[in-house]
């Protein structure tokens, strides 16, 4: 079985520019979510969706971050303008129905400068 | 407000030794309470999990316990090895359906010395 699959690994990029990541879940899950890992701390939720439904995004920066998840399948991150303190690794993660856990990508590492 | 609070922060421990790292949560709804393992470079890796209908959950070298009056639980490892160097980060969640939501430690980076 093919993980969660995240990509690019790297991303560098100047403040105030725009930056996007993609995630493709593991087949057949429904429930997909975005953390956000800075540095030397647990991961924090961004937004979770239940199929292409965003059911809690509480936790997104509205102004500057969006995400989607187009035929419930694939997402994507997207912020813009990034700042200096959106440096920070991207996880995305899903998992089937009921009570399976949860399964991360690698992330995605994030440098704004 | 921190939900799950989560120490030590750093351990070193010596080949073969035990391994123990503390966890504590708030929220009393919380019922699932996994264990999760982050090697550099990589995405967390789910270790081991417990509910709270049982004090102890043990899978080889890796045991959880967990004080449901104290709302405290913790991960011993034992004859602690080289290979288990890693952050390892306890999380609580409530279960079924749209409560799924973990929320995670910050993290305890475990050092073992050969």
């Given at each position: ?8 690994r790297y991303?560098?990029?100047?403040k105030?520019q725009?930056?996007a ?11 997909l979510y975005?953390?956000?890992q ?9 937004i979770?969706?239940?199929?292409e439904?965003?059911?809690?995004d ?6 500057r971050?969006s ?8 997402s994507t991150?997207?912020i813009q ?12 993660a ?10 991360f ?7 704004v400068? | ?11 070193i421990?010596?080949?073969g030794?035990?391994?123990i790292?503390?966890c504590a ?6 019922d ?9 470079g990589?995405?967390p890796?789910?270790?081991i999990a ?15 316990s ?11 490892i034992?004859?602690?090895?080289p290979?288990?160097s890693?952050?390892?980060?306890c999380a ?7 409560n799924?939501k973990?929320?995670f430690?910050?993290?305890t ?6």
């Amino acid at each position: 079985e093919a993980g969660v699959v995240q990509s690019p690994r790297y991303k560098i990029i100047e403040k105030k520019q725009p930056v996007a990541f993609w995630c493709n879940p593991i087949s057949g899950h429904n429930t997909l979510y975005w953390y956000r890992q800075n540095l030397g701390q647990g991961p924090e939720l961004l937004i979770r969706y239940e199929n292409e439904e965003a059911v809690d995004d509480s936790q997104l920066p509205k102004d500057r971050f969006s995400a989607e998840r187009l035929k419930g399948v694939d997402s994507t991150l997207k912020i813009q303008p990034a700042e200096l303190g959106d440096s920070a690794v991207y996880l995305c993660a899903s998992r089937s129905i009921g009570n399976s856990p949860l399964h991360f990508g690698n992330g995605t590492r994030l440098t704004v400068t | 407000q921190q939900q799950v609070k989560q120490s030590p922060q750093s351990l070193i421990v010596q080949k073969g030794g035990i391994s123990i790292i503390n966890c504590a949560y708030e929220n009393t709804a919380f019922d699932y309470f996994p264990w999760y393992q982050q090697f550099p470079g990589k995405g967390p890796a789910l270790l081991i999990a417990i509910r709270p209908d049982v004090s102890e959950k043990k899978e080889g070298r890796f045991t959880i316990s967990f004080n449901k009056s104290a709302k405290q639980f913790s991960l011993h490892i034992m004859d602690s090895q080289p290979g288990d160097s890693a952050t390892y980060f306890c999380a609580a969640s409530k279960s079924g359906g749209s409560n799924y939501k973990l929320t995670f430690g910050k993290g305890t980076l475990l050092t073992v010395n050969p």
